[in-house]
């Protein structure tokens, strides 16, 4: 499988998730400057963590403005999955491929820790490996996770099943007050229309080996291997 | 046009001494800008002129120190081709007055100090002293400084694993930040400060250079009294998207072969680079000031060399590969200019408008200035008065004591951390030694930092021998082999011979201590003048170690695990009240000497748990420091959420007291037999002290508490005392 | 007649952005009760926004103004949660 992970200034996570590709998806990934003006011939695409253009103005807000994000939007008419991971769901909410937007963590602080999600849907090429209702375990480490969309947005979401995954106690109950950033119905990750664009806050490329003290985000990658092969 | 003379070098912070000596060296009166050349350089934050007699005596060697003290970073090989790069600085007069951006800035120049050297920077930690928790800026202050740390490190994209903070009077006019930063980089290509090769071309890379934080260096050579609150344009703003393309770009070209000296500018901005690198290559450097980017309109040729500037480079290149160069900065869209030329005029030569605004020996600049400071033997301890007759109940005592200040858990600072960026972090924050994997091999490296300033204060020489074992201990708690270490001297005015007594005694210790386990310094910071009106810090020696283990799979945590049934005490029991906490909280103030350190012992007993951890024996690991056995018991519980029920006797001095080269380690029942024959062999003191068992601390005399109960307790300070306006 | 182009300073635009009434916002909601706490009960509600002062090479005020627009459609405003409002300095 052919994987292209777009690099803008101030993208962190970008070696973390080719890593996990690399690993667990069996990907050739190369590494895409943002400043490109068109990607090679891919099977997937990922949009990293970070602080792309350090977060300015809005978080992900001049990233997907970026020259290559044309390139991204023609490759998501065609069908080619892409996941976003914390600032990359940022970048594809201020882009248009997923609807709403991150505003800053209710409590108004950074917060990095490890979080229980509820897999709200194993219908995607990304989830196809969890059961729906099954509880994972993934770090988070962001300002600006807190999920909103208007009430029209919110019940397509829910009556579409593009809801990946929700925050969730230790024992599976969603209880929004307790959400660590405060997202409308604890909302962690959501899907695409098309189901191929997956965008989340939750870091999978930090829990997939067994040194990370959880390996549920490995799922998420070999299922791609699969699907794409 | 700024007149340059004895009131003008006063100003500048030079005494009238170094004023006649500077007319001497160039054989008349320096012009302003010259006067600013030497006012930085000379200043004590750069030329150490204070401590430099002392800091010779600390041991820096050993087979596997490639570079010790001199260099931005100190670098050890570990290794398959790979060497470690790392080192801490402090940033603390610029905390106290703008916490933010005083702690932000700290975090980025210790990063620069680090990929300056060709290392990508891969963990970071800080150590942070702020005052007494009632006191009306304390809570300013460390939202501030918290917030800085994060907002600087997480927007990098280098975890922060690790570090200490505390609350104590004695900081409250002076809180410290201390910043480390550990990297790694190839053996064979490790970048150096020095200016070689006549001609070749001096590049300016980073940020623009703007009128922010001139004099800095001087700033951090001075006490605070009540105007300091002035000082605050002095503060730099940083910038942490900018230097993550800085970081980007080094790393970029370091990999080819353009850079022949690399130096990042930080404190005296790039007047200290520019003269550092010249006084370590060819001798000699000339820049065009009309060259330097600026963002302000009309800079001097004073205020471009004096500004400190956030995110600013200074490289030498290999003549032919400016054009090379200079794209891989434009497309990380930074600031490149070509400013100067290596020289072998052994001068500091400076021109403007094509005439030349400033020029002076490298040499004597370089070398600075070095008094030897009076000083006075630190009085000995006060005594430590006599236990009173009843006390309330030990694990009253331990519930007090977690939920308090000292030992309550630090969880809502390292929350506000990213702590696995990298997705290498194997331990995080909350454990002995933070472990971090190598990427792509199974080798990983285990890091800490270490001080106990009350003990330092009570025996400034003990103090200092404890704070390199204790660090050398948490390494060991981990599984892994220390190797180096770095350190952040914070003391009082160095003017005062109490205090110089107190850092003399320090690095005493603290030689003691690296000679005996191998563990020399090779890098570190001394940050004076931790003084306000008079009144001085307590000694604060911060030690940062690193260390490594060979196999990450055979490291060794404290939580208590499926596979901990027995509790062993290595060390024998301990006794020493001294300067302790459970003291502190008895008495209400610190009393005694400090537990002994016995140096020999440490090694030995240290070196039997690293290879008992080897071998697979133990299955928790947490060595005895603030707090005593019973803390250190409690931690493995909580971290575990496991009960256990103890065996041993249950006086103060056995649950509370603080004596060194101690570990609590857990294992399986079959085990128990193994290990007690290898410890009698090995002549170490071992005693098997509990079992674990159940959800409950259980002592001997029937006395227990939940695990939870501790935990909510444990976690219960530090949300209450910041949610409080 | 050959019409002679003066140079003209830039014109100075500055554009406010601000959080849609129906957007809860959590920093302008702490910035309310700290005001209150250190004595101001008078406060009532309390909003952050943004602003943003920049110089456009435009002639005429009228033409910075749908510049300014177009560049608050395009990036300084995230419309979906996000009102914006422009003035020209002349």
Redesign the interface.
Known sequence: MKAAVIVF??S??D??VA??LRKYASAQVKMV?H?ESALPEVDFIAIP???A??????AG??AA?SPVMESVLKKASAGIPILGICNGFQVLT?CGLLP??L??N?D??????TVTLKVATSDSIFTRDFDRNNMVSM?I?H?DGNY?A?PETLESLTSENRIAFHYCMKDGSVNDDKSPN?SQMSIAGILSKSRRVLGMMP?P??A??L???STDGKAMFTALVNELA | MTVANLKSAQEMGLTDTEYSRIKKILGRSPNYTELGLFSAMWSEHCSYKSSRKWLSKLPTEAPWVICGPGENAGVVDIGDGLALVFKMESHNHPSYIEPYQGAATGVGGILRDIFTMGARPFASLNCLRFGHEDHPKTRYLLDGVVAGIGGYGNCMGIPTVGGECTFDARYDGNILVNAMSVGVAATDGIFYARATGVDSPVVYVGSKTGRDGIHGATMASASFDEDSQDKRPTVQVGDPFTEKRLLEACLELMSSDAITGIQDMGAAGLTSSAIEMASKGEGGIELDMDLVPSREEGMTPYELMLSESQERMLMVLQPGSEDQARRVFEKWELDFSIIGRVTDSDHIVLKTGGKVAASAPVQPLADGVSYDRPWVEPPMPPQLPALPASLPAPLETLSKMLGGKDLASRRWIWEQYDHSVMADTVTGPGSDAAVIRIHSTNKAIAVTADCTPRYCMAEPKLGGTQAVAECWRNLTCVGAQPLAITDCLNFGNPEKPEVMGQFIRAIEGMSEACSALNFPVVSGNVSFYNETEDSNIPPTPQIGGVGILEDIDLRCDLALTAQCNRLLLVGGAPKHLGQSLFARNIFDGDFGPPPQVDLSLEQKNGNFVRQLIKDQLVTACHDISDGGLLVTIADMCMAGNRGITLEGEETANWLFGEDQARYILATTEDAVGIISEKALRAEVNLAEIGRVGGTRLTLNSGDAIPINTLNELHTEWFPSYTNVS | MALIQLNRKPLKVRIHITLKPSVLDPQGKVIEQSLKRIGFPQIGQVRQGKFLELTINEKEPKDAEATARLMCEKLLANTVIEDYSIEIIT
């Open positions: 200034p101030g962190n996570c070696r973390d890593s996990a400057w400043g963590g970070g602080f253009y350090g977060d300015y103005l809005r807000a001049i403005r201020e709403g937007t505003l800053r209710r108004l602080k950074f917060v990095c820790k770090p480490a300002n909103y208007n405060g870091h490329e930090r997939t080996d040194e990370h003290g």
